[in-house]
T-cell receptor, first 114, second 113 residues
Framework: DAGVIQSPRHEVTEMGQEVTLRCKPISGHNSLFWYRQTMMRGLELLIYFNNNVPIDDSGMPEDRFSAKMPNASFSTLKIQPSEPRDSAVYFC????????????FGPGTRLTVL | GENVEQHPSTLSVQEGDSAVIKCTYSDSASNYFPWYKQELGKRPQLIIDIRSNVGEKKDQRIAVTLNKTAKHFSLHITETQPEDSAVYFCAASPTGTASKLTFGTGTRLQVTL
């Protein structure tokens, strides 16, 4: 298995533009997590899914952020409109189940909003 | 919800010395405690985990201890090597398929020659 796949690896965009980050979890994993990492705030959980259903989106910072998981092998995190303070590394992770199971992280998407 | 505190935020040790990182948690329902290592520019990766039915777990130079009464757990790295230099995150989670990991703020470990 190739592990968790994220695209793009780097994204540079201008303030106000829409940004879509993509994630393919490990086949057979039932839980998917979106994290944001910055120097100031560390590793923050934005939202997670169990069996394609959003369980907890309390970490989503604003209505500008939305996430979907239309099927077991694909998820998107969208920011519309983007702002400079959204600049961060966004990680997707998957696990067999949520809770007490190892999470496997993707390589991350480094987002820069100018 | 769960709150995980991690100390110290930075730690510098000489090669061959031991390093200890400590975490406390608030939710008594938590019973799974993993540790992740993140090298510069890379993704976090699990290095060791412990569950509440165990007080200590070892894997070569790495060990984790858990005190459920005091709600704290620690990572111990012995005979540190330069490749141990990284950011280490502790985390806590209750059991259950709908539960989530809460991460600490990370410890930057620097192993000097």
């Amino acid at each position: 298995d190739a592990g968790v796949i994220q695209s793009p690896r780097h994204e540079v965009t201008e303030m106000g533009q829409e940004v879509t980050l993509r994630c393919k979890p490990i086949s057979g994993h039932n839980s998917l997590f979106w994290y944001r990492q910055t120097m100031m705030r560390g590793l923050e959980l934005l939202i997670y899914f169990n069996n394609n259903v959003p369980i907890d989106d309390s970490g989503m910072p604003e209505d500008r952020f939305s996430a979907k998981m239309p099927n077991a092998s694909f998820s998107t995190l969208k920011i519309q409109p983007s702002e400079p303070r959204d600049s961060a590394v966004y990680f997707c992770a998957s696990s067999l189940q949520a809770g007490d199971n190892e999470q496997f992280f993707g390589p991350g998407t480094r987002l820069t909003v100018l | 919800g769960e709150n995980v505190e991690q100390h110290p935020s930075t730690l510098s040790v000489q090669e061959g010395d031991s390093a200890v990182i400590k975490c406390t948690y608030s939710d008594s329902a938590s019973n799974y405690f993993p540790w992740y290592k993140q090298e510069l520019g890379k993704r976090p990766q699990l290095i060791i985990d412990i569950r509440s039915n165990v007080g200590e777990k070892k894997d070569q130079r790495i060990a984790v201890t858990l005190n459920k009464t005091a709600k704290h757990f620690s990572l111990h790295i012995t005979e540190t090597q330069p490749e141990d230099s990284a950011v280490y995150f502790c985390a806590a989670s209750p059991t259950g398929t709908a539960s989530k990991l809460t991460f600490g703020t990370g410890t930057r470990l620097q192993v000097t020659l």
